[in-house]
């Protein structure tokens, strides 16, 4: 289990699920079901669900409507968001200060871009001591192929392999699909 003292709780982590960033993404529609379906049960069991917020001034400046969520997922007004400029949603953001708050020492992860935030934010997690779950049906990402990265299909396919496989000394890593995934 983490290796942060006195963090027994779990959040679902959304990432980057937001218009300019999932307008070309793989399996988009899909993938954000799958992040309500998550959210939605998060609500249910009252587990905290942390959104995070990608800005770029060229790419996704803050404000407009490429930065704004998508609209079929909204955050509650009083959960956390963590607004975010580098692909590691610890960088420079609060997010390590909202999930002490709240004893979270478990995240599970969802969203967009699996080649950078989401991988970034995982091993982000698991350096800092964090226990870190990747939801493998809800994450995504857009087609790179033509600068020499692999299909998004085969991308989102290692990441699950790789991120199922990964080890941390006294921490857990994993992969589960949303039918699977718990909060406890």
């Known amino acids: 289990m983490t290796t942060l003292q ?3 709780h779990t959040a679902l982590v959304v990432i980057d699920v937001q218009n300019g960033v999932l307008a070309g993404a793989h ?7 799958n992040v309500a379906a998550l959210v939605d049960r998060a609500r249910t069991e009252e587990v905290p669900v942390l959104w995070v917020q990608h800005s770029h001034p060229e790419y996704l400046p803050r404000g407009s409507d490429d930065w704004q969520y998508v609209a079929e997922l909204k955050a509650d007004e009083a959960e956390p968001v963590v607004r975010k400029t580098y692909a590691d949603s610890f960088e420079e953001t609060d997010l390590e200060q909202v999930l002490a708050e709240r004893g979270i020492g478990r995240l599970v992860v969802a969203g967009a ?6 991988r ?3 091993h982000g997690a698991l350096v800092r001591g964090y226990d870190a779950t990747l939801v493998a049906d809800a994450h995504t990402t857009e087609d790179q192929s033509q600068w020499g990265a692999p299909t998004p299909d085969l991308v989102i396919a290692h990441t699950n392999l790789y991120w199922e496989n990964h080890r941390a000394p006294g921490r857990v890593a994993g992969v589960v699909r949303t039918a699977d995934a718990t909060f406890a």
């Open 6 to 8: 006195d963090r027994p």
């Open 27 to 33: 399996d988009r529609d899909a993938v954000v079901a």
């Open 120 to 122: 970034a934010t995982l």
């Open 113 to 118: 871009q699996t080649d950078e935030c989401i």
